[in-house]
């Protein structure tokens, strides 16, 4: 009799409804997430492709400016809460936490493309941990974020009209169709 033969994984995506979440940092949040069958896990999240100032910095102008990061993520996933926010996750960090995407969907955005767009965020790349903040550039997010936090609603009006941001996304299906048919 052959033995048992055990199937290799393929790399899988999982998209989960956000049920709750606090902000830890501008590039880290924990958050209640929606496995289905009436299952919940929180998790500390990690959004892929951004990377913001330090909390912990020994700058204080790079703390400042990560004050000010972690305002403007909390103020749009305040302004996208009443509709539909989800994470979709492949892979985890080197500390565990799910790298994620989250989407939200009442302002049709990517979030970490939409904080690079304000400037509260740069891209990540993993060189970025070898290449720290500037001064020149900690004072153009503290700049940024502060507009933004002015008055948000005007400023994601502003940035909706005049970028060529949701071109990319249009024929994206997680951005049309009901809720739930995002992943």
Known sequence: MAPAATKRRKKKTYCNELLSYEIIDGDTLKATLDLGYECYKTVTIRLVGMDTPELKSNNPLERDAAVLSKAVLSKLMELAWAGQVELESGS???YGRPLGRIFMYKLNLDLARTMQ?????????????????KDEDLKIVIEECNKFLQDPLIKIREFLAESSYLSDYVADPRFSGP?????
Do not use: E, F, H, T
């Open 117 to 133: 767009q304000l400037k509260a965020a740069r891209l990540y790349s993993g060189a970025n941990a070898r290449n720290p903040w």
């Open 92 to 94: 985890l960090d080197v």
């Open 179 to 183: 809720s739930g048919m995002g992943c």
